[in-house]
């Protein structure tokens, strides 16, 4: 059954197989707390791979009753068609206390659990989550800023919104920087909104950076391998990097002086979105100025190589992200 998100009021207990599908994650994320406090339940998030790779176990601990304390709200991220059995599997057990929210991202026409979920009825909702517009981005916005007693200027308005990729949680997730930024502050010149506002990248690209900055092997390879990058997103990666190691370097300076990771995080400029700090922390520690003056070398060569030769560029550079993130 086909659900508009606007509709999912008309949910309640007995629906409970739910598919989200489409890009605009803040939007997903609004609907999913506003279930968690209709159904009075807490949420349990799970990837899809990890359902997979643990499906007996999986299927066990529901069965036994264990989550039942931590919540009924069971989300599973990065859903495809691949978990279509496991979904008939969860319907023959008939477990009755448990809502279940299927999240995915944009799910061709033709594909299987897509159209098991719009065909089935009552209990197997399917709800499309598609990009916010402008008008949508404006007035979120507007209330933002209103709320928290900004004065930023249409243009910069604009701005913002034009870096979000057409996805509300980042737009919050800049317009908060904005806010910090602006703690014992009265202006922001346009200058600085420009300095802030870094999300012309891929969300999955600062993210893949973030945690090979922070020697996660095991983050970096799972975010190369659930993202299909091309040779031209190459660019995008190592000047995200590139980005992000300059700024470390600043950090790292800052660090080697006071010898405090808080006050290094706290007095960064621009200010690290709170999301952020924990993994940017974990960069500090692991790389020294001197290390990060001989990486941001290494990736200027790396763009010198990836211009001259365009076969395989995707390889080559997650090899590197890899050496990198050991």
Excluded at 78 to 100: A, G, M, P, Q, W
Excluded at 205 to 228: H, V
Excluded at 260 to 286: G, R
Aim: hydrophobic letters at 35%.
């Amino acid at each position: 059954m086909i659900l508009k998100y606007y509709e999912l009021n008309k949910l309640n207990s007995a629906n409970q197989f739910i598919l989200f599908h489409g890009k605009n994650s803040g939007l997903k994320n609004e609907e999913i707390e506003k279930l968690r406090n209709r159904f009075h339940s807490n949420i349990t998030n799970y990837d899809e791979k990890q359902i997979i790779e643990n499906k007996e176990k999986f299927l066990e601990t529901l069965l036994n009753g264990s989550l039942f304390d931590e919540g009924k709200t069971i989300v599973i991220n990065r859903v495809s068609d691949k978990i279509y059995n496991i979904i008939e599997e969860l319907d023959e057990k008939k477990i009755n206390d448990i809502t279940f929210v299927f999240n995915a991202e944009i799910l061709d026409k033709k594909s299987k659990i897509r159209n098991f979920f719009e065909k089935s009825k009552n209990k197997y909702i399917s709800v499309a989550f598609y990009p916010d517009n402008n008008d949508t981005l404006s007035k979120l916005a507007n209330n933002f800023l209103s709320k928290k007693k900004i004065s930023l200027s249409r243009e910069n308005i604009n701005l913002v919104i034009s870096k979000c990729n057409n996805d509300r949680q980042n737009l919050i997730g800049e317009l908060e920087k904005i806010s910090l930024f602006l703690l014992g502050k009265k202006t922001i010149s346009s200058e600085e909104v420009m300095q802030l506002v870094n999300l012309a990248e891929n969300h999955s690209i600062n993210e893949l950076i973030n945690f090979c900055l922070a020697k996660n092997r095991k983050q970096t390879l799972n975010i190369l391998n659930d993202n299909n990058y091309s040779n031209e997103d190459c660019f995008l990666i190592i000047r995200t990097m590139l980005r992000k190691s300059k700024s470390l370097l600043n950090l790292a300076k800052k660090f080697k002086d006071n010898n405090s990771l808080d006050d290094t995080i706290n007095s960064a400029k621009p200010p690290i979105f709170w999301k952020d700090k924990e993994v940017v922390k974990q960069q500090i520690k692991y790389w020294t100025a001197d290390n990060i003056v001989k990486l941001i070398e290494e990736i200027n060569q790396i763009e010198t190589t990836l211009k001259k030769y365009s076969m395989n560029n995707i390889n080559f550079v997650s090899n590197f992200l890899l050496e990198k993130s050991n």
